[in-house]
């Protein structure tokens, strides 16, 4: 077995149990203490209620006192107490009791329980002969729970037992271990025989909670932690609290929403969630009202809803209102949208979205911010989906497989194109490329990053709509209910554009998606399964129906290797 203080699990092989932590000490029993008591009661009649009340006292009190006989000196493990213990009164009554220990060292694969005090090997204890190797840095302290243990430096020590068929467990398996860490790390290993390629068995500390593990020979998870997004961006704001507490958390990763609201809700740090799509009215705008397919950043607006589905509440181009353009270009006799140049293969469903931001002036006095589908469906829900089920082809196991290669391959090209870059002579012609002619390295003006750090770096003031709890900037709303808003950003933070308000005609449909996100961001941080039921029953789609149910439980069978176990107990809310 290894006892590790490595991060890398790629150079350990197969069938070697590994445990890797930054501990302080690790003592590892090889005891189970299983306890089956009996209480006789001792009289027969009236009160039986209250005497088996009494036994059951009693014989709780006969395994709290086994319980502590084992934890003061870590040297009771006799097969059964001696008749000489004392009976126990409680009231009138008293009950005799008897205690039966089952020592799971006798029967263990692997036992270390670090007597020695001294040497590079420990002895196992189980009669395996899986003898631990001390390797690396690792020393040994008489400040262990309880006396020896051993002291790990975080870098190379570990505890190598070898490559025996006793520990390459496949069936049932038991592991205990005492561990005292003096870090907060996140992914702290302190047993198994994972080699990060074939799979098998660990047992951890992540973010502060024990793990258990268990891969397959292809090294997927079907007993594990199931990190998330959202778990991974939990964590690293929890270390912010710990490091830099008044620092800001940036998140560009979708769901940004859901993920604002996670660490601002539940969490000191303040967190803004940024969608690179967020300049999209820039082109959008510039279609509607001029026909051209080009972008500008002279439209200056303001908007509140949600990411994808935000209202655009007002705005001007050059000084000039924005609607009373749109109005002027939308209403002329046989207005189309204009054609998509710069991006053909996107073009008809381009040209679709101007149609319905055409169809929501017209019938609501307002439109979105953009023509992406995600937002527009919720708006136009049976036409897209009509529109979506035409085009809408199921793939196969092997063809969704097979596209992931494909992306990966396409991936690892990229790759090379970057670094065949760094030791080139790039001229000003080069960089004053768009993003079209050049995608990796084209200057973003406007690109989220670079307003960001340019606002919370003190730079310049920057304006951006962006993901974060409302705090009074949309009338209307909670103000930890996050939304997606117009905003100044600078180093002292957000600055929201005065008078956001709705329409009341949207209202209802922003409050629950915004709800919806919410409460998803609560869910992950807090794993209650309530919280995440009521996030779903808050989407406004086919709310609570039966086929919402049945989905609902669908996904989260697909996704149960994904996501927290204690999420899964939301269907029980369903």
């Known amino acids: 077995m290894r006892t590790i203080a490595q991060r890398s699990g790629n150079r350990h092989r197969r069938g070697t149990v590994i445990v890797l932590a930054i501990l302080v000490s690790v003592i590892l029993t090889g005891l ?6 009996a209480g006789a009661a001792q009289v027969q009649t009236a009160a039986a209620n209250m005497r088996q009340d009494q036994a059951g006292l009693a014989a709780e009190s006969a395994a709290q006192l086994a319980v502590w006989q084992f934890k003061k000196d870590n040297t009771w493990r006799q097969t059964t107490l001696p008749s000489t213990l004392p009976t126990i009164t409680i009231g009138a009554n008293t009950f005799s009791y008897g205690l039966t220990c089952v020592d799971a060292g006798a029967t263990a694969d692997l036992y270390w329980p670090f007597k020695e005090g001294s040497g590079l090997t420990t002895a196992d204890g189980s009669g395996h002969g899986n003898t631990g ?87 997927t998870y079907w007993i594990n932690r199931s990190v998330t997004g959202g778990t991974i961006i939990l964590d690293i704001a929890r270390k912010m609290e710990k490091h830099c507490p008044k620092a800001w958390l940036v998140d560009f990763a979708n769901p940004v929403a859901v993920y604002s609201g996670m660490v601002n809700n539940n969490t ?51 000084g000039k209102d924005i609607y009373k353009l749109l109005d002027k270009s939308i209403n002329r006799k046989g207005w189309k949208p204009c054609r998509i140049p710069k991006y053909p293969r996107s073009e008809p469903y381009i040209q679709y979205g ?14 979105i911010f953009s023509t992406e589908g995600d937002g527009m469906h919720h708006i136009f829900f049976d036409e897209f989906q009509e529109r979506m089920m035409k ?33 080139m002579n790039l001229d000003a012609a080069f960089w004053a490329k768009d993003s079209l002619e050049n995608p990796h390295f084209a200057v973003g003006h406007a690109d989220a990053t670079v307003l960001v750090l340019k606002a919370l770096g003190g730079s310049s003031r920057q304006w951006l709509a962006a993901s974060y709890p409302n705090r009074g900037a949309v009338k209307g709303f909670k103000d930890r209910t996050v939304l997606e808003y117009s905003m100044h950003l600078d180093k002292d933070g957000v600055h929201p554009d005065p008078d956001l308000e709705i329409p009341d005609c949207f209202h209802g449909l922003m409050s629950s998606l915004a709800t919806h996100q919410t409460l ?47 999420l899964q107990q939301a269907k029980d809310y369903f």
């Open 32 to 37: 189970v203490l299983t306890i089956a008591w």
């Open 391 to 423: 085009h809408f082809k199921p793939r196969t196991v092997a063809q969704i497989e097979k596209s992931a290669k494909e992306h990966a391959m396409a991936r690892k090209k990229m790759d090379v194109e970057f670094k065949a870059h760094l030791d």
């Open 133 to 219: 190797n001390l390797i690396g840095g690792v020393s040994w302290t008489n400040k262990g729970k309880y006396g020896n243990a051993l002291l790990f430096d975080g870098v190379s020590g570990y505890v190598d037992a070898g490559n025996k068929p006793s520990t390459n467990i496949t069936g049932n398996i038991t592991m205990a271990a005492w561990v005292r860490m003096n870090s907060a790390d996140m992914d702290q290993k302190v047993g198994g025989n994972q080699d990060g390629v074939a799979g098998g068995y660990k047992m951890s500390i992540y973010s502060s909670k024990v793990e258990f593990e268990v891969r397959d020979a292809s090294n």
């Open 520 to 566: 998803l961001g609560d869910a992950i941080a807090t794993r209650d399964p309530k919280i995440f039921a009521d996030a779903l029953f808050s989407y406004p789609i086919h709310q609570n129906t039966k086929a919402a149910k049945a989905l609902w439980k669908e996904l989260l069978k697909i996704h149960a290797k994904e996501m927290p176990a204690e």
């Open 268 to 318: 000191r740090i303040s967190a803004l969630g940024v969608c690179g799509g967020f300049t999209n009215h820039r082109w959008d705008l510039t279609r509607l009202l001029f026909d051209k397919d080009e972008y500008s950043d002279e439209f200056k607006v303001s908007s509140a809803g949600v990411n994808h589905c935000a209202i655009l509440l007002r705005g001007t181009y050059r």
């Open 354 to 367: 101007l149609e319905r931001l055409a169809e929501m002036r017209r019938r609501f006095g307002t439109i």
